[in-house]
């Protein structure tokens, strides 16, 4: 498969899908649950979860990159999923000022999300992602055989993330889920269908790189209840991509309130990502104001107004500031 290159401001990326082959000099950054099959480059090992992505994580691998004589032109190599990707990423961005980057996405969400677009960074209980930088992998190395091992739970967890490219951007892509769900890596789909989504959000980070006209943000759909709720449940309960199935839901429904989503596409996108295995309800909508105080805080919300990314069609969407928190709250107590 041909190369995409992504080109962006701040450095291009180059996406290789190939195997990544280790230079001298290179360090590795990895979880503990791949620690086993990396041993050769001997890694810098972060615990695995979400629960590693944060400031304590974060300087551990400074301090390791330090010890280990890490040099400017070193390169820090990132072999996992979203979590140790944004970690590692944002360890090469600001160690030394930054030091080159390069990513090894291994599961499915960072082959088609995390690992493009140069969001680097970590969680803190005030918010998720709250700390980080733009800071783009020099390369990507997409390798669809990481996907054999990964859990079933996981494998959905990216399912999420690419069912939002469909119904935010590509009614055609978003009805072909619809119709045959992707239910396992052995779907014969599976390597197009990481192209496919590469490329979506190729066109939209080269277009508002650093989120300043709003159309990057339509990426966030489903992401501005989602990360309440993984906040609120301190980042156990949930996987992103199941915290940002329960947001879409929700905020496809706030939509259909406001007029803006077309009423039964929030239907239509609850069936699609139930049949892909995703939960729809979250136990935490009991606690409503809760969810609502944790929005409030969330970056994309404008001077303490709640804004989301909201359909507007089926494969359209778009930046939605100054919503009636009333509203809100009424879809959430409903849900
Ligand atoms: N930077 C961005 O633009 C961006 C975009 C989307 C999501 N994210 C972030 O990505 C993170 C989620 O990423 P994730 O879902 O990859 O989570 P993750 O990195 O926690 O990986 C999920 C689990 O899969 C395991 N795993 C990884 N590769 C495996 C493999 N090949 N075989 C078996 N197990 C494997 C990991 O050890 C972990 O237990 C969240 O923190 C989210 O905020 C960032
Ligand atoms: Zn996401």
């Known amino acids: ?34 620690a086993s099959k990396l041993s050769e480059f001997q890694p ?11 400031l304590t ?13 890490a040099k400017r032109k070193s390169r820090l190599v990132a072999i996992g999923g979203g979590v140790v990707g944004d970690l590692a990423g944002f360890a090469a961005a600001t160690y030394m000022r930054g030091i080159p980057f390069v990513q090894v996405p291994t599961t499915l969400l960072s082959m088609v999300d995390s690992s ?4 680097v960074g970590v969680d803190t209980e005030l918010g998720k992602n709250l700390v980080g930088a733009f800071y783009p992998a020099q390369q990507v190395y997409v390798d669809a055989a990481w996907l054999k091992t990964l859990e079933r739970r996981q494998w959905q967890s990216g399912m999420a993330e690419v069912l939002k490219y469909g119904f935010i951007m590509s009614e055609e892509f978003a009805v072909s889920l619809e119709n045959n769900p992707m239910l396992d890596s052995s779907d014969l789909r599976a390597n197009e269908t990481i192209r496919a989504c590469i490329e979506l959000k190729r066109k939209v980070v080269e277009a508002d790189e650093f989120e300043t006209t709003g159309y990057r943000a339509i990426l ?8 309440a709720i993984e906040k609120l449940t301190h980042y156990e309960t949930y996987t992103h991509g199941e ?26 996108l609850t069936n699609t990502l139930k049949a892909h295995g995703l939960p729809v309800n979250s136990p935490t909508t009991a606690d409503v104001e809760n969810i609502i105080q944790s929005m409030r805080g969330d970056k994309k919300s404008v001077q303490g107004e709640l804004s989301m990314s909201l359909l507007t069609g089926l494969g359209e969407c778009k930046l939605i500031q100054d919503i009636a928190e009333s509203d809100v709250r009424e879809v959430l107590s409903e849900s």
């Open 44 to 54: 810098i090992i972060v615990p695995a979860g979400e629960k590693s992505k944060n």
């Open 220 to 227: 966030n759909f489903g992401h501005t209840v989602g990360h």
């Open 57 to 69: 994580e974060y300087a551990a691998v400074l301090d390791q990159l330090a010890q280990r004589g």
């Open 243 to 268: 915290a940002i199935s329960v947001g879409m839901v929700i905020e496809a429904k706030i939509g259909e309130k406001l007029g803006i989503t077309p009423t039964g596409l929030s239907s239509r």
């Open 1 to 34: 498969m041909n190369d995409i290159e992504v080109k962006l401001k701040a450095a291009t990326t180059t996406i290789c899908f190939k195997q990544y082959v280790s230079l001298p000099g290179d360090v590795v950054v990895t979880d503990s649950n791949l």
């Open 116 to 119: 493009v677009g140069g969001k």
